[in-house]
């Protein structure tokens, strides 16, 4: 029975070994293996990271578990708190489905929203199954009211929710954004979803760099189109509101999108320009959505960011971002039936824990035969 359970033991330690190398579903991630994170080494310092010269104050503390302050124009971080830890985005992952899909979908493009994009659970626009909308409209209903009614729609009006999927995480990955990965355009929580406040900052920087999208973002009120609803009744057209609080209360606020769900608390992505300045802010995982810790941060930022020495930078893009990648290129698993959940991503790990693993499952079935073969060998006596 103890050489069965000594049997038992190896075989599961070698297996576990093996799993965390080959498929990823345990143990550390790249920059605790020793990789220098993105975006420079001093990134993986715990705490808050900042380079405070003479006379410059500590930036103002920050409610929520993740923070960085970039200058959006050179790139250069300012200061951070563990930028590279992974954490649930909630609807800032539409900056990300409004980034990939603005340069596929002609803005004038009439989408007719049918009842599954209504049936999404979260926060709605208000589109109307049946009625046509232009993917300009769309766009306002996702960035200014989040509507993931209105992200759903956008993605089926580009081939898909796979394709959509495909393309949005290629498009992180030509970002150097390998914290982030979709699994839902609007944002709801999925298993295996994920970004970082470094992510977001990557890719709302590029997002802004749309003409588009910035018109999108800093639009405080828009009128958006009513319909038909599914009882026959005319719905008018109705004013839709910016939820974005910094646009409204911050002098030089520009955008960027908040997000909120149970599970990922409040996540946030702003940016505010003054006197040719301009700097970028993403938050995860605070506990409370007020606009005013955010506008102490960037009141930090353009009053003492020309005196400090950057902590890292914002990678530039790798790759063209209207690139349009292949499904395996993305790392998604093939096309799935419709309705059915996505599979969650695993975390990527270097090969070569995946073959310390099986040595290790050697060694330890070595040892095993090793005590039979001294078990053989016993004297007569100590058998008895």
Known sequence: MTDLRYAVRALALGLSLTAVGVFGIAGPDSSALGAEPVGGAQLAARGVIVNLGPGVPAPPAMPGASFLVADMDTGQILATKAPHVRRLPASTLKTLTALTLIPRLDANRQVVV??????VEGSHVGVLAGTSYSVRSLMQGLLMASGNDAAYALARANNGMVATLAQMNATAKGLGALDTVARDPSGL?????SSSVYDLALIGRAAMKLPA???YVATKQVRFPGGRSS???VVPAFRITNHDKLLFNYRGAIGIKN???IAAKQTFIGAATRAGKTYIVTQMASPNGSWRPT????DWAFAHGTALSPVGKLVEPRAALSSAPTLASAGLPPLQAAGSAPLPALPSRPPWIGLVGLAGAAVVLRAFRSRNSRSRRVSP????
């Open 381 to 384: 006596k100590r058998r008895r």
């Open 259 to 261: 997000g909120y769900t």
């Open 189 to 193: 929580d999925k298993p295996g979803q």
């Open 114 to 119: 049918r009842p599954q994009d209504v049936a």
């Open 231 to 233: 009882n026959g009744k």
């Open 295 to 298: 506008a102490a941060l960037l």
């Open 213 to 215: 999208f910035r018109s």
